[in-house]
């Protein structure tokens, strides 16, 4: 037999023997165990229903000088969500509409209670309620896990502005000679700052993967090289703790693999730091192995075993959640936000892998990471060395160049590791630790008449960034190539960058070898590169066909996708004026201001497109207007209201230059 369901149900009723017939009625029902309460008055009624709290509620229309209607309607204005079904004594088909029509879910007479007819209402009410608790409960688990993302990604950006700062200034102090004597305080500033970016990175990275926007890219590497590199990193951290770290493969190992030696590599290091940060004495130890499938992959296990604290049988789940910890927060030694792991098991999830683990308390713990990877043909099996030898096979096509190249970059560490490599290729290299340091160089250098020959350029830094520096340097008439260097994975950034003005994008960590085919490439007088697009006067004019520069207004409540569509337009040439509201549109068309083209979002929270298009229109301040919408417009619409087309969004650069030039 099924179990019973439980429902409250709330009976207003001023009559106690018609409480009673209508109490023993709802107890003959066998589908549910019901918790009744009773009350007489419509105050009290009122009371009840506020709270929102019982499945059903029976409502007697008479209640002494009262009616049952002026419950209802009140009940409505008090967002009541429990289903009424209004008692009557005798049918009365006007009464019935009433009730109806003020809210209730159905109505039954009295002598009904022992009918079908009032089982049948009773049901189906409950069963009414039940479905809308269930809507009700998945819009809120919804808007829990939107809010919680938009809280992530806002709290990560809103953090990364000072702590760039903190960093920066802080590695510029590090430079004086002068202070020397301060250095010991500066480096733990340093460090700790670094640590909390590491953490940051995490959140950032957790989010992305929450709204599926952390895009895999994928490439052939040496897999013995590729562990060797960890294995130096880590060593370190285990020697600092006095424990011993080793790397064995129980056996052969493919050359090459093809998979995302980034991710992967963020996976290991996260394995391998936990490992030893738990770990006071003996040591950790890391295995490898693999097989080969029929299919052609290669199943890759890599187990991470220590002599640590070990963990709880209980807690073995729980670890691989976000934000949980081991141990409480605060008693332990080790900082951490509970995100390590968690972020570990969903990149795993996405290289075609998992994660598991076995610990004991007091022995220590073994992760355990297993991924499929993509052998290339004709791979030989070789026992590896975790040593660094196979790097000369990957840099043995190095190019020697000649010229200049800047790098852009406002970490320290990565603007030295890059001109390290740059100069290893045989250019001079200069460097600028923002979009503006760079701009003034780029600027200056053409003033003079020596042009860098090539610009690597970070796209996250302070005071100005790369995307914004790309188009203002390309503005300036700069011709020769801009490489962007990134990070973010996230799907159509590449695309997103090459319209800004980049002809290449180059991701984190850099590898030397691609580098150096890029910058080859970009030295190289026979290898030609499609032209910016940016098209501004002082570009126009120095070869002699001059063309005036058009003013563009824009109106667009979200700030990024504002900001973006900004840039764009600013590439191809477009002098733009932004707000973000219909007010302060209106506000902005009172100084009498004229655009050659207006931009209006559709959807504005203060007002609507067509509203400003109607105003625009009226006060002759725009030749042309065009309607920006997340969904396709009506063309009659758009004829009404005097515009001239609809863009459809996501905007890009293309769409924009067809708006620029009709």
Not at 191 to 202: A, I, K, P, R, V
Not at 467 to 489: M, S
């Amino acid at each position: 037999m099924l179990a019973k369901k439980n429902a409250r149900v709330l009976i207003v009723e001023d009559d106690e023997d018609d409480y009673i017939i209508a109490r023993d009625s709802l107890e003959e029902l066998d589908d549910y165990n019901f918790e009744i309460e009773w009350v007489t008055s419509p105050e009290q009624a009122l009371a009840k229903l506020k709270e929102n709290a019982h499945d059903i509620c029976l409502l007697d229309y008479l209640l002494g000088a009262h009616t049952g209607l002026k419950v209802l309607i009140e009940a409505s204005e008090l967002q009541c969500r429990v289903p009424i079904i209004m008692l009557t004594g005798q049918s009365d088909n006007v009464l019935d509409k009433a009730a109806l029509d003020a809210g209730a879910v159905d109505f039954v007479l009295k002598s009904e209670f022992d009918s079908p007819r009032f089982s049948r209402a009773v049901l189906y009410a409950l069963a009414r309620h039940e479905v809308e608790q269930e809507r009700l409960e998945r819009i809120n688990l919804q808007t829990k896990s939107k809010a919680k993302d938009r809280f992530l990604a806002h709290l990560s950006h809103e953090l990364r502005t000072p702590l760039t700062s903190i960093l920066g200034y802080t590695e510029l102090l590090l430079e004086k000679q002068e202070l020397s004597e301060g250095h010991q305080e500066l480096n733990i500033i340093l460090n700790n700052s670094n640590h909390l970016l590491s953490l940051l990175n995490d959140v950032l990275d957790l989010s992305k993967i929450a709204a599926d926007k952390l895009e895999l890219t994928t490439k052939t590497f040496y897999l013995d090289s590729f562990l060797a590199d960890i294995y130096t990193l880590m060593a370190i951290s285990a020697l600092d703790k006095g424990i011993t770290l080793t790397f064995n493969a129980d056996s052969p190992l493919p050359e090459k693999v093809t998979t995302d030696a980034t991710r992967l590599r963020q996976v290991l290091i996260n394995l391998v730091h936990n490992a030893i940060k738990f770990t006071d004495q003996g040591g950790v130890q890391v295995s490898v192995s693999s097989r080969l499938t029929e299919s052609g992959l290669c199943n890759l296990e890599i187990g991470v075993r220590d002599t640590g604290s070990g963990i709880p049988q209980d807690k073995l789940e729980a670890i691989f959640q976000p934000f949980e910890q081991v141990a409480d927060t605060v008693l332990r030694r080790e900082a951490g936000a509970g995100l390590g792991l968690a972020i570990s098991s969903k990149l795993a999830n996405m290289l075609g892998g998992k994660i598991s683990a076995t610990s004991e308390v007091g022995k220590g713990s073994q992760f355990t990471l297993e991924i499929a990877a993509e052998v290339p043909s004709s791979v030989a099996m070789i026992a590896p060395e975790f040593k660094q030898a196979s790097y000369s096979s990957s840099t043995s096509s190095i190019v020697k160049l000649t010229g200049r190249v800047l790098i852009v970059d406002d970490l320290f560490d990565i603007r030295k590791l890059v001109g390290h490599l740059v100069k290893g290729f045989g250019l001079q290299v200069e460097f600028a630790s923002n979009g503006q340091e760079a701009f003034d160089l780029v600027e200056s250098n053409l003033k003079l008449g020596t042009p860098f020959d090539a610009v690597i350029m970070d796209i996250h830094m302070p005071i100005m960034d790369g995307k914004e520096a790309v188009v203002k340097i390309r503005q300036l008439g700069f011709e020769q190539t801009v490489i962007a260097l990134t990070a973010a994975t996230m799907k159509g950034v590449e695309n997103q960058l090459i319209q800004l003005g980049f002809n290449f994008v180059l991701s984190k960590p850099v590898d030397k070898s691609m580098l150096n085919k890029l910058l080859a490439k970009s030295l190289n007088k026979q290898c030609e590169f499609e032209p910016p697009q940016a098209v501004l006067a002082d570009n126009e004019k120095s070869s002699g066909q001059s063309k005036a520069l058009q003013k563009v207004l824009l109106v667009e409540d979200d700030q990024d996708a504002a900001g973006l569509t900004q840039l764009l337009l600013e590439s191809l040439g477009a002098q733009v004026t932004v707000v973000h509201s219909g007010e302060a549109c209106l506000a902005l068309l009172k100084q009498n201001l004229y655009w050659d083209k207006a931009l209006l979002d559709l959807n504005l929270p203060d007002s609507h497109g067509f509203e400003l298009a109607t105003v625009l229109r009226a006060s002759n301040q725009a030749k042309q207007i065009i309607i920006v919408s997340g969904e396709p417009v009506d063309q009659q619409a758009l004829e009404q209201n005097g515009c001239v087309k609809a863009l459809l969004k996501p905007l890009n650069k293309k769409a924009l230059k067809t708006v620029l030039d009709c």
